[in-house]
């Protein structure tokens, strides 16, 4: 009966340590061209990658929404369409309102 504790404890330690991605997967998704938002003032503070979720905090009437907004229409707009560089990023963009104030 020991034995077997033992042997679970291995499985159990070996299963802690198995790694989550492979060493492609991490440059994978490290080395993907950052998202920038189109603000200055945020972009210089690091860029936002795909799949990162971004949880915006302040008081009322401190430009939450605006950021968002711009952030999310530089993302989903195109690089470049008809000659016209427009530098957006080409991606999608979901927007949760959990307290139900956004307009309309």
């Known amino acids: 009966a020991g034995r077997s504790g033992t042997m679970a404890d291995v499985d159990a330690a070996l299963a802690f340590l198995a790694p989550d991605e492979t060493g492609a997967a991490l ?3 490290v080395l993907t061209d950052p998202m920038l938002t189109g603000i200055p ?3 210089a503070h690091g860029a936002l990658r795909p799949g990162q979720l971004l949880e915006v905090c302040g008081v009322g009437g401190s ?7 711009q952030a999310a229409v530089h993302a989903v707009m195109p690089r470049k369409r008809g000659g016209v560089a427009f530098g957006g990023c080409e ?3 979901l927007l949760i309102d959990l307290d139900g104030k956004f307009d309309t």
């Open 27 to 29: 440059l994978a998704r």
């Open 91 to 93: 991606a999608s963009v």
């Open 41 to 43: 003032f945020v972009d």
């Open 63 to 69: 430009g939450k929404t605006e950021i968002l907004m």
